[in-house]
Each structure stands twice: as C-alpha cells, then as structure tokens.
C-alpha cells in the first residue's frame, strides 16, 4: 500500500480528482495544527499569565538548595538534630511538658499537654530533615545556600517553626 502523497502523484492534476480526495482526507482541528499552518486571525492570542501582568507584586526569591555530597548533608542533618535534641532536653528538664526521645535517627518530641506528637528525622535519599507536626502538618526542609534548613514550599526555616510552636531556641554548631 502506498502512502497518501504517493498516491496523489499517481492520480491525474484535475481539479475534479483532487477534489473529490479532499473530503477524505481528515485534517486536525485548527488548534492542533502548527502556528505556521494557521493565519493569525482565526486564532486570537492568548491573554498574558497573571504572575506576568504589571499589577501583580513581585514573587520572593526562591531559596537555592545548596549541592550537598551526601557526606555533608549527614554532617549537617546530624548537626541540626544534635542541636534540636540538647535544646528540646533542656526544655524539657526546664518546663516537664515535653517527652523527647532520640532513636534510630528520629527525634519524637510528645507535648504532654495533648498539642500532640512531634516528629524529626533525615531524608538522604532527598537530602531532606522531615518535620511532622500536629499543628502545621508534615513539612520537607532543604540545605540551602547560606547554611539553614528551609521549607522550599513556603520559604519557613525550620528553627522559626519550632520556636513558634514549641518555644524552643537552639543555635547549630557543627
């Protein structure tokens, strides 16, 4: 079987031939077609994204993730948890209403006046320190460039989200 442009070459150049091929041949709706094969006024253009109109206020900078080899970023996970735990200990010796236990890795922290259960532990294959929290929800901090642990999704540094909502301040010292 010989392709469709072969076969109009066979046929003879009468306008009745051609004609009668063409409502057989099945072109795409004008939408799908490339932009060189459809005339600029059947199509109106399309209106500009919102996030490029004048009025729209800026977008904050994305934080960059800092390129950790996975030797670093278990330097600093384990740094940044080490902190976490001497500083929720100390809180916890300080107020009672914290149970902090460090096992396997994960930092549980209970708050005894039923906020719920706290935990923190490493990601490596997504060089990430994950955070469940009973009051923001579940959280994904990443290294970035600078040496802080941050949430890409909402720009929240981990050290911020504790301090809010478990009143602990700790410093990382690695």
């Not at 392709?3 to 109009?8: F, M, V």
């Not at 708050?111 to 294959?125: E, F, M």
């Not at 997504?126 to 923001?136: E, F, G, K």
């Not at 981990?158 to 301090?163: E, Q």
Request: proline share 13%; hydrophobic share 40%; net charge positive.
């Amino acid at each position: 079987m010989l392709p469709t442009c072969r076969l109009l070459l066979l046929l003879p150049r009468t306008a009745r031939s051609r004609a009668a091929l063409l409502p057989r041949l099945a072109l795409p709706p004008p939408h799908l077609l490339p932009r060189a094969y459809t005339s600029s006024s059947q199509t109106p253009a399309p209106p500009a994204p919102p996030s490029l109109s004048p009025s729209a206020p800026p977008a904050a900078p994305q934080p960059r993730t800092a390129p950790l080899p996975e030797h670093l970023y278990h330097r600093h996970a384990d740094a940044l948890l080490a902190a976490l735990r001497a500083a929720l200990e100390d809180l916890q010796d300080a107020r009672g209403e914290l149970d902090v236990d460090f096992s396997a890795g994960v930092l549980t922290v209970e708050h005894v006046a039923s906020r719920g259960t706290y935990v923190l532990n490493k990601q490596p294959p997504n060089r990430q320190v994950w955070l469940s929290s009973p009051v923001s929800g579940p959280r994904r901090f990443d290294y970035v460039v600078g040496g802080e642990w941050v949430c890409l999704r909402d720009g929240v540094k981990i050290g911020d989200v504790l301090r809010e909502e478990l009143g602990v301040v700790f410093e990382v010292k690695e």
